[in-house]
């Protein structure tokens, strides 16, 4: 058995065929997790949710950002839905989107196996959230995302505000919540986010820090796999092991194996891009 950790899909189903022939996915005794932002812009988000979703008895995702958009689309008009890029439309009008997008609606924020040693996330974490704390968050918008009210909780968790605060209370706390663990980047001490830093380290404005480097962060007893900063690329440090290496931007899809003593990494090419089309790493947009 294995049990291997795989960066953002994006809708990349030609990648992740690839990546799980080299790895040698057997469904029979492996497990996958994935590491969120399943869908956007491969061009093939049909296939990847359909995909991930044939192997949900065998694997673990945890909700992206890109994720949650496409559910919260997805509540809306057939008008408003046609609006949107093809690739989602795809989703939004096949013929089993109620299927896949309601099982994705159950997914986690956060997946931690504490005998393995590891928790998922897709972004980060706020610096003074353990993993107990996290844990506890995590559950709370989970179970109003699994409940009859997920419909007020789509509509309302877009916005950059407010920060995260322990005494933040109804659609704000969620919301910030879920900015937390979908869209972490960059963020001050207090642990204040900022959005519009995106690119790779040493590119952000002062008094700024990754999330997985801020001084004074939690002490935390699991390892942490985490995907979302594609302009981060492999990084491995401070027991964050981010996997994100760009496959729908033309780079590489990655995988990790969770239950090695080793360090071992599998990677294959991402979605071809022509190089003209090819962003530079500070305009991408997990």
């Known amino acids: 058995m294995s049990v291997w950790a795989i960066g953002d899909l994006q809708g990349c189903y030609e990648p992740t065929q690839r990546l799980l022939e080299r790895i040698n996915f057997d469904p029979a005794t492996d497990r996958l997790w994935f590491c969120g932002d399943l869908v956007n812009r491969g061009g093939e988000s049909l296939e990847t949710l359909r995909l991930v979703h044939s192997l ?6 945890v909700l992206g950002n890109h994720d949650l958009s496409l559910l919260a689309i997805g509540e809306r008009r057939p008008e408003e839905q046609r609006k949107v890029n093809p690739d989602l439309q795809r989703v939004l009008f096949a013929e089993d989107r109620d299927v896949l997008l309601e099982w994705l609606r159950t997914q986690p924020l956060l997946h931690a196996d504490h005998e393995l040693g590891w ?3 897709h972004a980060g974490l706020a610096p003074k959230w353990t993993v107990s704390l ?15 009210q997920y419909r007020k909780l789509l509509k309302n968790m877009y916005g950059d505000q407010p920060p995260w605060s322990p005494g933040l209370s109804g659609v704000e706390r969620d919301r910030a919540i879920i900015n937390v663990f979908t869209r972490m980047r960059y963020c001050t001490p207090r642990g204040r986010i900022a959005f519009d830093a995106k690119g790779s380290p040493g590119t952000q404005p002062p008094g700024l820090y990754p999330w997985y480097e801020v001084p004074g962060r939690a002490e935390r007893d699991l390892k942490i796999v985490c995907g979302h900063w594609s302009a981060l690329g492999l990084f491995i440090g401070h027991g964050v092991h981010a996997l994100d290496t760009g496959a729908v931007w033309g780079g590489k899809l990655t995988a990790l194996q969770l239950d090695s003593e080793e360090l071992r990494i599998v990677q294959v090419p991402g979605r071809d891009v022509p190089v003209s089309q090819q962003p530079h790493p500070a305009q991408r947009r997990s």
Not at 56 to 61: E, W
Not at 134 to 148: F, P
């Open 134 to 148: 996290a844990e506890k968050h995590a559950r709370e918008v989970e179970q109003r995302l699994r409940g009859e």
């Open 56 to 61: 949900r008895a065998n694997c673990v995702t």
């Open 119 to 121: 928790m998922m996330v």
